[in-house]
């Protein structure tokens, strides 16, 4: 039994108790995945509210013929959190400037008791992952933390299959020389063919 | 494979991105080779870290209480389901409001006529049903602590109502706890059973979506996990038990005691 089917049907045939429960449904976990996107909690809210909205307003173009409601959810989120970022022009930093900086995650306005804050509740894994550049934060996010198949992955992000599996390859090599560095060297030089 | 993989290869295989020749051949490669299957583990810790690593920072954040459907509601009544047959659907809702308003018109019409031709003093029934007292929102919380052989706790529940009316939608939030790292990935049910114990509605779901499997719970992580159960339209007032468990989607074996959480629901029309 498929209880989103049921309420999508029911949204759509005007249940607002359905809608209702489709959002507080899928509520923190699209906020979670555009807080990831984006590094931000008010952007990520903002972004989760209006994939959430274009969603239930668009209720009819979802097809569960070609994705499960919650990749749907997640291609709208995506392109959301891509519409943030050009908007608002949001920093980001090279995972190469970030090493080169010590590995400490810099707010290009600093302000130090803020910093020193997010520092301390941040997991290293966290500042990596926001190192990255956004196609890379993408796949590593979809595929570590929403848990899509690379096909999956290649539909919300518009790429090739090949390409998805090479930037949540890249992505991970990234973090592996961030949070462990010495595992590169443990591996060895003639490992690499 | 006479040589050692590269490492973009050993990265790929630890993600399941190779095709199945040169998985094969990696396969073959890893099983003679310890200090490659080392190197792999290496890869499969870090990969384990970087989950937890989002477990921990993602896992515990949450949207502002600003965050909710009533906040997000003024933007769904504009434009509203807008499909490809948007026009057509907004000439149908037009149509439908003229024919609700007239229809609304004739109910109190009728019911004018039927106060007027009543004979004094007999009883005033009720001319239009009450809506059933179905509380979304309200909170009902309930701790208990039933633990499996894994040590895996359901902690606390949230229902949005205790009494429903038939075709109504169930929202229960589960909070769980492990106190073991899992092995396995279970997936939740929630039944809902009449009283001669007859299946009359069930929502079978991993936890929070599947986004939180839960192999990958840390130990004393407080795990929310919500799911809905739409209650069919055909269901007779009445009471109802509610049951709530975790089973191995593999072989279809509940944990623990096959029941973590075994309550009453009222079903009202």
Not at chain 1, 57 to 84: E, K, M, P
Not at chain 1, 163 to 189: C, H, M, N, Y
Not at chain 2, 5 to 20: C, I, Q, W
Not at chain 2, 138 to 161: F, G, P
Request: with cysteine; aromatic share 6%.
């Amino acid at each position: 039994m498929c209880d989103i089917s049921a309420l999508i049907q029911r949204w759509q045939s005007g249940d607002e108790r359905a809608g209702e429960a489709l959002y507080n449904h899928h509520r923190e976990p699209i906020f979670r995945l555009a807080y990831g996107l984006l590094g931000d909690a008010a952007d990520a809210e903002e972004v989760a509210q209006d994939a959430l909205a274009y969603a239930l307003n668009r209720i009819g173009q979802y097809d569960t013929a070609r994705s499960s409601f919650s990749t749907w959810l997640h291609t709208i989120t995506v392109s959301r959190c891509r519409d943030r970022q050009r908007r608002r022009r949001l920093p980001w930093l090279s995972l190469t400037a970030w090493l080169q900086q010590g590995g400490d995650a810099r707010d290009p306005a600093p302000n130090p008791e803020a910093q020193a804050i997010r520092l301390e509740t941040r997991s290293l894994v966290w500042n990596a992952i926001q190192a990255l550049s956004p196609p890379l934060r993408e796949a590593i996010l979809l595929r570590y933390w929403a848990e899509h198949t690379f096909q999956e992955i290649a539909a919300i992000t518009g790429c090739p299959v090949p390409t998805a599996q090479s930037r949540v390859r890249l992505a991970f090599q990234k973090l592996r020389a961030a949070i462990a560095p010495t595992a590169l060297e443990d591996l060895g030089e003639e490992q690499v063919r | 494979m006479s040589n050692h993989p590269s490492d973009t290869e050993l990265v790929n295989y630890a993600h399941h991105a190779l095709a199945d020749a040169l998985r094969e051949t990696m396969d073959d490669h890893l099983t003679a080779c310890p200090r490659c299957q080392a190197a792999l583990m290496d890869h499969q810790a870090i990969q384990q870290r970087i989950q937890h690593g989002l477990q921990a920072d993602l896992g515990t954040a949450h949207p502002s209480p600003q965050m909710t459907f009533a906040a997000l509601a003024p933007r769904l009544k504009r434009s509203r389901r807008v499909t490809p047959r948007g026009e057509q659907s907004r000439r149908f809702f037009s149509g439908a409001t003229m024919l609700a308003t007239l229809a609304a018109l004739v109910v109190v019409l009728a019911a004018l006529f039927g106060a007027i031709s009543r004979p004094s003093g007999s009883a005033s029934p009720a001319m239009i049903p009450q809506p059933p007292s179905v509380a979304m929102g309200a909170v009902l919380t309930a701790s208990i602590a039933v633990a499996d052989n894994e040590q895996l706790r359901l902690m606390s529940y949230d229902l949005s109502a205790a009494q429903l009316a038939p075709g109504a939608i169930l929202t229960i939030t589960l909070y769980w706890q492990t106190q073991r790292n899992l092995v396995g990935d279970y997936t939740v049910f929630i039944h809902l059973l009449d009283t001669a114990g007859r299946l009359m509605a069930s929502h079978d779901a991993p936890p929070a979506e599947g986004t939180r499997p839960t192999r990958g719970w840390r130990i004393g992580e407080p795990i929310t996990d919500s799911h809905t159960l739409v209650l069919p339209n055909t269901l007779t007032a009445g009471d109802y038990r509610l049951s709530v468990g975790l089973y191995d989607p593999g072989s279809g074996a509940r944990l623990g005691d096959g029941v973590l959480l075994d309550r009453s629901i009222t079903i009202a029309p």
